[in-house]
């Protein structure tokens, strides 16, 4: 599989956002924290981290329908809990699955096993031709 989770997302590769695996109603993604990703005070910008949670939930949504050709992000709230250092994973899952609607939850941790951050997101599946370059 290319790309993040089987699709190119110029985006998610300039943030360096890797899949790292996937199952039913789940996926693991990381990234590393490098100078470039960094806020002021020198941890992972935020919106380096609503991304990773995005992406994430997304790909764990999008994943649950082969039919699927990508998401739409309806809904997502995050919470901050603390400093993006080093590396990061993302862990995501989907609670609930209603027609094209998914329900996920996810949860990032650094690698000392510290939550960083906590997404939970509503997200609709796309049919149909696939947009160049795009997840949703």
Sequence with gaps: MSGYFG????????CGIKGLESGPGWTL?????????????????GGLIMTLLDV????????????AVGVITVDLHTTFIGPARGQLRCRADVLRKMGRTVFCEAL???????????GVGTFK?????????GEG
Excluded: W
């Design 108 to 118: 990032i941790r650094d690698g000392n096993g510290e939550i960083v951050a906590k």
């Design 56 to 67: 994430a939930m997304g790909s764990a949504s999008r994943l649950t329908d082969p039919a």
């Design 7 to 14: 699709l190119n997302v110029p985006f998610i590769e300039y």
């Design 125 to 133: 599946l796309r049919h149909g031709q696939a947009q160049p370059g």
């Design 29 to 45: 993604s990381g990234v590393d924290i490098v100078p470039g990703l960094c806020n002021s005070m020198g941890n992972g910008h």
